[in-house]
């Protein structure tokens, strides 16, 4: 299992997929700062992998003006995390296991230039947080 999924542009390994402790679910978050070259609002990206396969996803403008690309990075992470959430809860309610802790990584344009590419793939640039 596993596969291969593209945000922003940016190839995204989902790599291994089921442990002993259950399926793995991870977040993967991005923003496009001021991509709006009218408003200059920027534009967040998620997508929410169970067991390497992408379940949520969501691309929209922010809401707020942002004045740099470090914050509109932290909003693009929590739309992240808000959908991370929902997807735990949905999984809980159902009764499927998942490993803990559930990881969301965060990522800009330049540090996904340094991602590797193998198949057990380093996040060695990424900010990550865990759930």
Do not use: H
Not at 4 to 22: E, F, H, P, R, S
Request: aromatic share 4%; charged share 15%.
């Amino acid at each position: 299992m596993g596969g291969d999924v593209t945000i922003n542009n940016t190839l995204v390994k989902t790599g291994g997929t089921v442990t002993t402790n259950g399926v793995r679910v991870s977040c993967y978050t991005d923003a496009d700062y001021a991509a709006n070259k009218a408003t200059r609002k920027s534009i967040s990206s998620a997508i929410v992998i169970v067991g390497g396969m992408p379940v949520a996803w969501q691309v929209k403008q922010q809401s707020s003006l942002v004045l740099s690309t470090a914050k509109a990075e932290f909003v693009a992470a929590a739309v992240g995390v808000n959908e991370l959430l929902g997807v735990r809860n949905l999984l809980e309610e159902v009764g499927v296991q998942f490993e803990l802790p559930m990881k969301a990584l965060a990522t800009t344009k330049l540090q996904s230039s340094n991602w590797r590419t193998s198949k057990n793939t380093s996040m060695s640039r990424s900010s990550s947080c865990e759930t």
